[in-house]
C-alpha cells in the first residue's frame, strides 16, 4: 500500500479513532487504527473496541492500493510531528511494517503494524433500514441534559445507558443512576418517527464530543443534521463525514414515568445561577462520605446547611418565591448541581412534597417545543 495524503485530514480523523481504539484490551487489534484505499482517491480510517466503531475516508492520491493496521496512538503522535502538509504511508508488500515521510523534508518514521485482514470486521447497517435524520444541536441539547446521570457501574447495563426514544413527534432521551432521573423532550412539529434504542454510557460521550466538534468547527454546525440507523443490534450515527456505530444495551430501562412525581405539594421558585452558588459554597463543608445538604423551605427563603465530622459546618440562602409551610429534605449536593448546571432557564421550579419524597426540579418556564425535567432522591442527613 502507498497513499499521499493531507496531515490536517489524517489528524483530525486519527483524533477520533484513537478516542475509540481499546488500547487495554487482550486483542492487540483493537488498539489499532485500520488503514484501506477506496478506489484511486479515498483512504477510509477505522478503529473499534468490538462495542463502538467510527469510520471516516479522507483525500487521498493512491499510489498503490492495500490496507494495514497501525497502533492508533503511536500513529497520531507520529503523524502530529510531521510538518504541514502532504505525508507519505507505505507499506512493502508482504511486510506489516510502514514508512511515515514528510512529502518534502526528510522527517520519517518507520511504524509495525499488522495485515489489515486481521483487523476485525466492522458492523454495516441494512441497506432497507429506515433513516432517522436529526439536527446536531438539538441532540447535542438531549446529551447535555441528562447525560451526568448514567449510571458508571458497568454490571448494571440498564442504567449504565442512556435511553434514546422517537415516538411520534417527541424526541426524547432519559437516564437514571437509581439516586436520581433526568428527561428532556422535544418535540418536532410535522415530523414524525418511531425508534427506540439503549446507547450505552461510552457511546453517548463519543456522541457528544462528535457534535461539540461539529459545532465548533464549521458555520452552521448546530444546524448540520445527523443521520440515524437502527439496524440489529447496533445504531449507525453518520456527522461530518464520520460513521460511528454503536453496539446498543439489551436490557429492560426502568420505567421512568412512574418515577417522576404527577405532582408536588409545594413549589418553590428560584434563581438559578444563585441557588447554584449558595450549593456549592455549603457543599465544601459537607461529609466527604455522603455530600449531603440540608435544604429548608421557609416563606421567601431556601437555607442550605451542611456539617462534617471533621471541617465543622457551612451555611447559606437565597431568597425565592414561595409561601407555604416550613419544611426541611436532605439531598446530595452533587445531584442538584448537576441538574442545575443542564438547566437553561435563569430560574427554576423545586418541587417537594415531604422529608421522603423525591425533589423534581424543572426550568420554571419550559422553552417552545421543550420539556425538562429531573427527580432526585432525598437522603437522611
Not at 106 to 128: N, Q, S, V
Not at 208 to 216: A, Q
Not at 275 to 284: C, E, G, M, N, R
Not at 324 to 347: C, I, K, Q, S, W
Amino acid at each position: 500500500m502507498h497513499v499521499v495524503v493531507s496531515k490536517r485530514d489524517l489528524i483530525r480523523v486519527l483524533t477520533r479513532c484513537q478516542g475509540v481504539a481499546d488500547k487495554k484490551s487482550t486483542m492487540p487489534a483493537l488498539g489499532n487504527v485500520a488503514l484501506q484505499t477506496l478506489g484511486n482517491d479515498k483512504l477510509r480510517l477505522s478503529a473499534t473496541d468490538l462495542y463502538l466503531a467510527v469510520t471516516s475516508n479522507v483525500n487521498a492520491k493512491v499510489e498503490k492500493p492495500g490496507s494495514i493496521a497501525l497502533g492508533a496512538k503511536d500513529l497520531l503522535e507520529r503523524v502530529r510531528m510531521m510538518p504541514e502538509g502532504e505525508i507519505s504511508i507505505e507499506t512493502a508488500s508482504g511486510s506489516a511494517n510502514s514508512t511515515l515521510r514528510a512529502v518534502g523534508s526528510a522527517r520519517r518514521y518507520t511504524l509495525h503494524g499488522i495485515p489489515g485482514e486481521e483487523f476485525p470486521t466492522l458492523p454495516e447497517p441494512d441497506p432497507k433500514a429506515s433513516v432517522l435524520s436529526l439536527q446536531v444541536e438539538l441532540l447535542s441539547r438531549l446529551i447535555a441534559a441528562t447525560h451526568f446521570s448514567i449510571s458508571t457501574d458497568e454490571t448494571r447495563l440498564h442504567l449504565n445507558s442512556a435511553l434514546f426514544e422517537w415516538d411520534g413527534e417527541a424526541v426524547r432521551m432519559v437516564t437514571t443512576d437509581g439516586h436520581r432521573l433526568s428527561k428532556m423532550e422535544m418535540f418536532e412539529p410535522g415530523r414524525s418517527a418511531q425508534a427506540s434504542m439503549l446507547i450505552p454510557l461510552k457511546g453517548v460521550m463519543e456522541l457528544k464530543r462528535l457534535c461539540d466538534e461539529t459545532k465548533s468547527e464549521k458555520e452552521g454546525g448546530a444546524d448540520a443534521a445527523i443521520q440515524i440507523v437502527q439496524s440489529g443490534p447496533n445504531a449507525f450515527f453518520s456527522l461530518s463525514g464520520f460513521r460511528f456505530s454503536v453496539k446498543l444495551v439489551d436490557a429492560q430501562f426502568p420505567p421512568y414515568q412512574q418515577v417522576i412525581p404527577e405532582s408536588s405539594e409545594r413549589i418553590v421558585t428560584a434563581p438559578r445561577l444563585a441557588v447554584a452558588d449558595a450549593l456549592k459554597a455549603v457543599a465544601i463543608a459537607a461529609s466527604d462520605r455522603t455530600g449531603g445538604v440540608k435544604l429548608t423551605v421557609t416563606p421567601g427563603r431556601l437555607r442550605f446547611e451542611s456539617e462534617s465530622p471533621e471541617s465543622g459546618e457551612g451555611f447559606d440562602e437565597v431568597a425565592v418565591d414561595y409561601d407555604g409551610p416550613e419544611m426541611t429534605v436532605g439531598f446530595n449536593a452533587r445531584y442538584f448541581l448537576d441538574v442545575l448546571t443542564a438547566v437553561e432557564d435563569d430560574e427554576i421550579a423545586l418541587g417537594l412534597s415531604g422529608e421522603l419524597d423525591p425533589a423534581v426540579v424543572q426550568p420554571a418556564t419550559q422553552a417552545k417545543h421543550t420539556s425538562q425535567v429531573a427527580v432526585i432522591m432525598p437522603m437522611r442527613i
